[in-house]
């Protein structure tokens, strides 16, 4: 019961921070994605208020566009995995709005350059966003393309790597294991794979949902291992806040199963797995006396070495 508090508490206070930062609405659904949001999945549709940290997953020619009551709009393409949060929030030295693979685009036009909106994703952080920019994670290549306006973007793989000052129409091509390239233009295979709806400026639907009841959550249900693992799995500033919201599933056999199978991807499971005996056992433990070398024997030996000769 305690442990489920703690997860309703968690939930509770990552919807009060969203309220804070300005109310996100789901106003354009394609397909049937999902979202994750303390220990319950359900389907993502249009008029969904969306919550800090909601985990969305979208499928093949999935699409969800999340727009807040400043005009900022977060697009999430297909196959696509994310965490949403208020582009302009910062957690852990990056933005909180976080792309773990897939494809988002984000539309920001406040010039005050206090906001500092951005993304982070495995390997880059791009920030400074006044204008659109379109944002690909995949295990070849990454790539980021200034659609209009401008932003600035950071290898997070080495640190004190050059900040790259991006106009309308540069790209950055992020590959493993070499720095990241900048060009003028993006190059056609790029373009080629764009997703069908992040060609076009969609208008803008916030108003049309503000004063309406917020979509009814669909489809609720649990969650299995298979469906967080490459969140379980993420870099550790992402990873870590899940072993609080998530502990309870450590008592489902299947997911138990999986944590321990990639316990060394995420050792901060371990105390959850594999808790410490109680104090009062250790200290018991640690506090049973030891027989002395210089004790004097007891038994026969020392009956006949006392006895008289």
């Known amino acids: 019961m305690f442990r489920w508090a703690i997860a309703v508490a968690l939930v509770g206070a990552t919807a009060l921070a969203a309220a804070a930062e300005g109310s996100a609405i789901a106003t354009i659904v394609e397909g049937k994605p999902s979202v994750i949001r303390g220990l319950v999945r359900f389907d993502v549709a ?5 919550s800090a940290n909601d985990l969305v997953r979208t499928g093949d020619g999935a699409f969800v566009r999340i727009e807040y009551d400043d005009g900022t709009a977060v697009e999430v393409g297909p196959s696509t995995l994310a965490q949403i949060n208020y582009p302009s929030v910062r957690k852990s030295g990056c933005s909180a709005l976080y792309l773990l693979s897939g494809w988002m685009k984000l539309i920001s036009d406040k010039p005050d350059a206090s906001h500092k909106d951005g993304i982070c994703a495995p390997g880059i952080q791009v920030t400074d966003v006044s204008g659109s920019v379109v944002l690909l994670i995949d295990t070849e290549t990454s790539a980021l393309f200034v659609e209009d306006g401008k932003a600035q973007a950071i290898d997070r793989r080495k640190p004190g790597s050059k900040t790259f000052a991006l106009k309308r129409g ?17 190059v056609p295979a790029f373009v080629d794979a764009v997703p069908r709806l992040f060609r076009d400026t969609l208008p803008k639907r916030y108003a049309q949902f503000q004063g309406r009841p917020p979509a009814v959550q669909r489809n609720r249900a649990g969650f299995g291992y298979a469906e967080v693992e490459p969140w379980i799995n993420a870099e550790p500033a992402i990873r870590g806040s899940f072993v609080a919201l998530w502990r309870d599933k450590a008592t489902e056999p299947a997911f138990r199963a999986g944590l321990e199978r990639d ?24 506090e049973r006396p030891t027989p002395s070398p210089h004790s004097a024997p007891k038994g026969p030996e020392a009956t006949n070495a006392s006895a008289p000769r």
């Open 263 to 286: 316990l060394p991807r995420h050792p901060e499971w371990d105390p959850i797995l594999h808790p410490p005996p109680p104090p009062s056992e250790a200290n018991a433990e640690t």
């Open 170 to 186: 540069n790209y950055l091509a992020i590959t493993p294991d070499h720095p990241p390239t900048q060009l003028e233009r993006p």
């Open 46 to 50: 249009e008029g969904l208020r969306m």
